[in-house]
């Protein structure tokens, strides 16, 4: 069993900052990349950012230049570094994590953290 549990959302200002954090416990094995999710309300889920394990990042054009993901591996964490915010921001985050096993890739997600940005 695995479980994702992440912190750090909450209501920001407009062009304020948040970080939000994403840890893994339980069974993991071989996390081969990590990626961070969100879900605006009547829209659909969209990919943010996402890590590889070797350090390979890649964001959604409407958040590069303002987000910066980042992992401790060792503790089995990704970060999403938030900055410059704006309201079209404000969604329910989610973190995904793919494990790879011997012959199949198995995803994982989190609860999910609410950002909120007000003008």
């Known amino acids: 069993q695995v479980r994702l549990v992440e912190s750090g959302g909450g209501l920001v200002q407009a062009g304020g900052s948040l970080r939000l954090s994403c840890t893994a416990s339980?069974?993991?094995?071989?996390?081969?990349?990590m990626s961070w999710y969100r879900q605006a309300p009547g829209k659909q889920r969209e990919l943010v950012a996402v890590i590889t394990s070797g350090g390979l990042t890649n964001y959604a054009d409407s958040v590069k230049d303002r987000f910066t993901i980042s992992s401790d591996n060792a503790k089995h964490t990704v970060f999403l570094q938030m900055n410059s915010l704006k309201p079209e921001d404000t969604a329910v985050y989610y973190c995904?994590?793919?494990?790879?096993?011997?012959?199949?890739?198995?995803?994982?997600w989190g609860q999910g953290t609410q950002v909120t940005v007000s003008s």
């Open positions: 339980g069974s993991i094995f071989n996390i081969n990349r």
């Open positions: 995904n994590y793919i494990m790879v096993g011997r012959s199949a890739e198995y995803n994982f």
